[in-house]
């Protein structure tokens, strides 16, 4: 029996201003038309079993906000779902333009304490909005379509602190968009297994027997074990990247030989067949034995040669990451967020949910307008990967997608 969570049974309904709202609810034929014309349009914002039909059955008072919302009751299973406008927060803890700004600095980790400065109220008030987003599922808000759930992934673990103790962040990602990330507390295969189960779980609510072909990762046996586990027939591609970081980082110290074995390396990367990049790798050994003397590089080649063939299994999927670069900079980003709060201090769960939100307003934050005026349909990683976006703020899209926590329904046995 999967635990219903708050906030599962809570339909976010795009509307064009309050004045519209107030229209549609005043009128039960007019907001039932307006549903069914959402429903045929965004069938993912809501529940499965809307399509056998519902019936409105009570309502829903906002004393603080001044605001009536309706629930309907689903024919299919007799399930109650409130319906609620993508201008109020979820909880009626505010209205979504007055939280758009502060929210969206948390991106660049400005502490609550200043949020409280800039915008009042206090700073636990912000600080329990923004982890309140993170009940939503990370796959579901951010994957809108099964079809779009991806087959080749990048995944790795970065290490943080919390309360002053070492924890592991397993962080999934593809197409730009942080699609997994959890915390625990050890980086064996186990606790791995655990901490990437929960992007599995979120991908298998919206396709069963979703399995990803590839998953990109470092050499560490923990992650490689946790993903066979979770995945028995995905294939593993080793990041050449870490490779040749280790082979650089005990070359010597002179700019020219450094270069040269690094230019060798990236050039057998970018051949075209497996048997030419072996043979690349094999000159680049030989051109190291001959020129450099230092004994960690020979030693970090030598390794790199005989892990030569797990590279190659790329080039049997040409879709495939190849390197780490992805996930990479998004573990950067989160990286400098955490410095900036000098990392966790709680209990282990709102550092979970805290992880969770920085992922979603990630993939959910608007370009940079360098970016949006270089292709004008770049609004934001969410974007990229769905190909449309439900309202042109982004804290109002997030809030769509995530109607009903981005669980479209709910998982019963």
Not at 90 to 102: A, C, F, L, S
Not at 289 to 309: D, E, F, G, V, W
Request: with cysteine; glycine share 4%.
């Amino acid at each position: 029996m999967a635990v219903s969570i708050r906030g599962d049974k809570s339909i976010c309904l795009p509307v064009s201003s309050e004045e519209q709202y107030q229209q549609l609810i005043a009128n039960n034929h007019n907001y039932r038309a307006y549903l069914l014309q959402l429903y045929a349009k965004y069938p993912e914002i809501f529940p499965r079993e809307m399509e056998a039909g519902f019936s409105f059955h009570d309502w829903v008072v906002s004393s603080k906000q001044e605001l009536s919302m309706r629930r309907i009751k689903l024919k299919a299973n007799q399930q109650v779902y409130q319906l609620r406008p993508d201008f109020i927060m979820p909880y009626m803890v505010g209205k979504t333009d007055e939280i758009d700004k502060p929210m969206y600095l948390r991106q660049f980790g400005v502490p609550f304490d200043a949020l409280s400065y800039v915008f009042g109220r206090n700073a636990m008030y912000w600080y329990r909005i923004y982890l309140s987003l993170g009940r939503a599922s990370i796959v579901g808000t951010t994957i809108k379509d099964a079809q779009k759930l991806p087959p080749h992934l990048v995944a790795d673990e970065k290490h943080t602190w919390l309360g002053g103790s070492r924890v592991y962040l397993p962080t999934t990602v593809a197409s730009g968009c942080i699609l997994g990330v959890s915390l625990t507390e050890s980086a064996s295969a186990p606790a791995l297994t655990k901490g990437y189960a929960e992007f599995q779980t979120e991908a298998r609510l919206l396709d069963p027997n979703y399995t990803p072909v590839t998953v990109n990762t470092d050499a560490w046996d923990g992650t490689k074990q946790a993903w066979l586990n979770l995945f028995p027939t995905v294939t593993l591609v080793l990041c050449f990247l870490h490779a040749v970081l280790k082979v650089q980082k005990g070359s010597p110290s002179y700019r020219n030989l450094r270069n040269k074995l690094k230019a060798l390396l990236w050039k057998a990367y970018k051949s075209s067949t497996a048997a030419k990049f072996l043979q690349g790798i094999r000159l680049a050994l030989i051109w190291s034995k001959k020129h450099i003397r230092r004994k960690r590089t020979l030693s970090k080649m030598r390794q790199l040669c005989r892990r030569a063939a797990q590279f190659t299994v790329a080039y049997q999927f040409p879709q495939a990451h190849r390197t780490s670069n992805m996930v990479d900079r998004l573990m950067n980003h989160q990286d400098r967020l955490l410095y900036t709060m000098q990392y966790f201090h709680g209990d282990k769960e709102s550092a979970r949910l805290y992880l969770r939100s920085m992922a979603l307003i990630w993939n959910f934050h608007p370009y940079a307008a360098r970016t949006r005026s270089k292709c004008s349909s770049r609004i934001s990683p969410f974007s990229d990967l769905n190909g449309f976006s439900y309202h042109h703020n982004w804290l109002h899209n997030l809030l769509i997608a995530s109607s009903m926590n981005g669980r479209q329904t709910l998982q019963s046995g």
